[in-house]
């Protein structure tokens, strides 16, 4: 029953009428009767909170959503590849002959200029065959102009008929036969000479010497293997990174496409290049072909050493300034499989919009893929839009909501 503030109380067939007020003074003591607006106050307000707290836990909030922002930027599509920092030209120094190296004159590092001497191999072998030459040159050449001054007397007096004309055709004989003596002799000279000058090894071309295989004293024998004894780079400034490339990527690779590569040695630095040749050579590593794609780097600073691993993109396509969406807005799909729309026609995608607090299907016509963003070629997308790419709580994920207070 309740009880206004004047209840009328029926009992023994009378009507009894009295304030509440004067009911709570009755029972209350003559101290505590002062009070009671407070009592009230705070019953007003246990009944408004209970209210206030019904709103916030006792709904729930429609589900939430991780979105994030349709951009405008750039979309690359690259080939990542493994190479190697090498010399755009590396020369190979060896021998043509066999000896003991006398002297080197050139180290690790050292600048060198086309003929200038490397190392020396022991020459006094080669010296004395030279010499053995020569003088049998000499000798066979004496005899060859004595015997020409033969012949012209042996003809003179045939002409006179003073001796047979046999005995000067034999004397011709002769001397033609020098002849063939003298030349021989000339080219076992030239021969020896030739080898005499290898015993000087030296550079072909100007350039750094990046290895010495050789030593003061060591033996090298150049038999059917040139030995190696440097190898001289010609320009450092200018290097190139052979790179493994995989078949499935080197089809839509072109020279002159632009590259990116970092170095172990310098985590921090991106170092820029271009690809400069395409190699046809497939290089095939248990059942695996890759191809040499060769980009090209300046390294004016030198700070890029022959030797080091690279780890190289090369931009197979780029769009700038282009409306682009991450991938994962392209994998979202809502919780709620039955409220899936049919699939999108072919060759065209599908991404989720977050409008007005809901979850609304855009069909988009897809570009470029880098495999971080998308280009959107077409479709009702504006840079701004937020493009729902995960269910944050949404019925049916698997997560609560947390819920937005509401008096």
Not at 13 to 20: A, N, R, T
Not at 311 to 336: C, F, H, M
Not at 355 to 384: C, K, M, Y
Request: charged share 20%; with cysteine.
């Amino acid at each position: 029953m309740s009880i206004s503030p004047d209840t009328e109380v029926k009992g023994r067939g009378k009507v009894l009428s009295f304030p509440v007020s004067r009911i709570a003074a009755l029972h209350a003591g003559p101290g505590l009767r002062r009070y009671w607006p407070i009592g009230a106050a705070l019953a007003f307000i246990l009944v408004v909170g209970g209210a206030v707290l019904f709103g916030i836990f006792g709904t729930k909030n429609p589900a939430q959503y991780a979105t994030t922002q349709v951009t405008r930027g750039i979309v690359a599509r690259t080939a990542t590849a493994t190479g190697t920092v090498n010399p755009v030209l590396t020369i190979i120094v060896g021998t043509y002959v066999s000896g003991v190296i006398q002297n080197i004159y050139c180290d690790y590092n050292t600048q060198v200029r086309a003929g200038q001497v490397c190392a020396r191999i022991d020459p006094r072998p080669y010296q004395a065959t030279f010499d053995q030459y020569s003088a049998q040159l000499a000798r066979d050449q004496a005899s060859l102009d004595k015997d020409r001054k033969d012949l012209a007397r042996y003809q003179q007096l045939a002409g006179e008929n003073s001796i047979a004309r046999q005995q000067a055709e034999d004397q011709a004989y002769l001397v033609n036969q020098d002849e063939g003596t003298v030349k021989l002799d000339q080219a076992l000279v030239e021969s020896a000479k030739l080898n005499l000058d290898y015993t000087n090894i030296v550079s072909p071309v100007d350039g750094t010497v990046v290895s010495r295989n050789v030593t003061g004293g060591q033996t090298v024998a150049a038999s059917f293997q040139t030995p190696t004894l440097f190898l001289i780079a010609t320009d450092l400034k200018q290097m190139e990174v052979d790179t493994n490339t995989s078949e499935d990527d080197v089809g839509s690779i072109r020279v002159n496409d632009k590259a990116t590569f970092t170095v172990d040695a310098f985590p921090q630095r991106t170092f820029t290049g271009s690809v400069t040749q395409l190699r046809q050579s497939p290089q095939t590593v248990q059942n695996v072909v890759t191809y040499d794609v060769v980009v090209g780097v300046d390294n004016g600073d030198l700070a890029l050493l022959p030797g080091m691993t690279a780890s190289t993109r090369i931009v197979i396509e780029q769009k700038n300034d282009v409306l682009r969406v991450p991938d994962q807005a392209l994998r979202y799909t809502p919780g709620a499989a039955a409220n899936v729309p049919a699939a999108p026609p072919a060759g065209h995608e599908r991404v989720w919009v977050l409008r007005n607090g809901e979850p609304v299907s855009v069909i988009i016509t897809t570009g470029v893929d880098d495999g971080n963003f998308t280009e959107i070629v077409q479709g009702d997308l504006h840079a701004g839009d937020l493009v729902i790419t995960a269910d944050a709580g949404a019925p049916g994920s698997g997560k609560t909501a947390l819920p937005a207070p509401r008096l």
